[in-house]
């Protein structure tokens, strides 16, 4: 499924959505520097109440926690090699914050480390065409669907 915005006020309405009407789960931001994976996730987090200007991708902190509810892990993979990932064990933070604690998850650049991420995950790809700004979406059928009702209302 593809969904076209052409602002970043359009890109934060879906994220706006996405934050109010989804179960808690591991949502994958991926695409090119500049795309709106940061945008995306300011507009999920100011839907659960957080001031969208004190949002910033964790590149160097690798994970920002957001006291919501649902609570938030927000993660950057950008920086992070092969190597760094058994010390931070980010896959079962992951689960325990999806599973136990009935949270979401936010990866930009998830598609640098997939393995860290349940199969069950929303993936949104983000890229620049003519007609706009793109979010490929693809996941559980499920959340696809209710994706797919939200989208021909609009």
């Known amino acids: 499924m593809i969904l076209t915005t052409n602002s970043e006020k ?11 009407n989804l179960a808690p789960q591991a949502i994958a931001l991926v695409g090119t520097l500049g795309m709106g994976k940061t945008c995306f996730a300011k507009g999920f987090l100011e839907a659960l109440g957080i001031d969208p200007d004190s949002v910033s991708s964790p590149t ?29 064990a980010l896959d079962e933070r992951i689960d325990e914050q999806v599973e136990d ?3 979401f998850v936010l990866v930009e650049w998830a598609n640098k480390h997939p393995e ?6 929303l993936w949104l790809s983000f890229s620049l065409t003519e007609q706009g700004r793109q979010i490929t979406v693809d996941g559980p059928h499920s959340v696809l ?8 209302q609009q």
């Open 10 to 20: 359009e890109t934060q309405a879906i994220a706006h959505w996405m934050a109010q």
């Open 60 to 88: 160097f902190a690798i994970v920002h926690e957001y006291d919501t509810e649902p609570t938030v892990l927000h993660l950057d993979l950008y920086r992070l090699e092969p190597d760094d990932l058994p010390n931070l």
């Open 101 to 103: 604690d009935g949270g």
């Open 145 to 152: 669907a209710q994706i797919q009702t939200w989208s021909h």
């Open 116 to 121: 860290l991420l349940p199969t069950n995950t």
